[in-house]
């Protein structure tokens, strides 16, 4: 089974920006579809982008215009690159898998991100 590792995460004033990672054990070209999900004190788990194997992505509305995700299949990685951030993008972000000949869905440990105001 593959794991999923995020870093990046941290502290960081309003405006600020930080760069998640998700890298995989193994090879991220098996999976049609990578995303990354937050979930903030009392609320509901939200996606927040995707990406597909094409290269495709989708945002959630709030992010759009300010984050962006990519992936590096040599490196086996996803990253999202937030700028602008603000405090409701306080959360713990995950990045999930999904695996076009397993149908697995994988899921990290999570990162947690502090925007302070």
């Known amino acids: 089974q593959v794991q999923l590792v995020e870093s990046g995460g941290g502290l960081v004033q309003a405006g600020g920006s930080l760069r998640l990672s998700c890298a995989a054990s193994?090879?991220?070209?098996?999976?049609?579809?990578m995303d990354w999900y937050r979930q903030a004190p009392g609320k509901q788990r939200e996606l927040v982008a995707s990406?597909?194997?094409?290269?495709?992505?989708n945002y959630a509305d709030s992010v759009k215009g300010r984050f962006t995700v990519s992936r590096d299949n040599a490196r086996n990685t996803m990253y999202l690159q937030m700028n602008s951030l603000k405090p409701e993008d306080t959360a713990v972000y995950y990045c999930?898998?999904?695996?076009?000949?397993?149908?697995?869905?994988?899921w990290g440990q999570g990162t947690q991100v502090t925007v302070s105001s």
């Open positions: 990406i597909s194997s094409g290269g495709d992505t």
């Open positions: 193994g090879s991220i070209t098996r999976f049609n579809v």
């Open positions: 999930r898998s999904s695996d076009r000949f397993t149908m697995r869905i994988s």
